[in-house]
């Protein structure tokens, strides 16, 4: 009997150390070294994603006033031409040239973004590694 109220008192204080350690460590912040690289990780992903949302704003703007443009020239071609264009899936005359404008600049958008992206790629490989060989220096300086 008392060998069951020992264990029962062990595990209780065990599981309350358990719950004061995860506490303890929830409220935790890096230092040193890791609060430096913490902190610049942090800078450079708000500016990534600052840049980024600034992109995209900018590219719907545009794609809009491209989209309006395109639009009010078919529409002023029809009026003058007089000529309307078939709905079929290969249309002819006018529309196949408005088609094969827009996926003129459709692949030149694609090539523009895969470029970009490959920029990106680089330019966070580069970072990468100069991040960890700047921590390899110093700690190999701190013993």
């Not at 029962?8 to 599981?15: K, N, R």
């Not at 003058?80 to 709905?87: A, D, E, N, V, Y």
């Given at each position: 009997m008392r060998h069951r109220i020992r264990i029962?008192?062990?595990?209780?204080?065990?599981?309350l150390f358990g719950v004061a350690t995860a506490r303890a460590q929830d409220t935790h912040e890096p230092g040193g070294l890791n609060k430096v690289a913490h902190n610049i990780s942090n800078t450079s992903k708000k500016a990534g994603r600052d840049t980024k949302a600034e992109i995209k704003r900018d590219a719907g703007k545009t794609h809009q006033v491209l989209k309006k443009a395109g639009?009010?020239?078919?529409?002023?071609?029809?009026?003058?031409?007089?000529?309307?264009?078939?709905?079929s899936k290969d249309p002819g005359g006018l529309n196949k040239v408005a088609r094969n404008i827009s996926n003129a600049s459709k692949k030149a958008g694609r090539d523009a973004k895969a470029e970009k992206n490959r920029v990106k790629s680089k330019a966070h490989g580069a970072a990468t590694e100069a991040g960890k060989s700047m921590k390899d220096t110093v700690l190999k300086q701190n013993p």
């Open positions: 029962a008192a062990l595990a209780a204080a065990l599981s639009n009010d020239t078919k529409t002023e071609l029809k009026k003058t031409t007089g000529i309307k264009g078939s709905q």
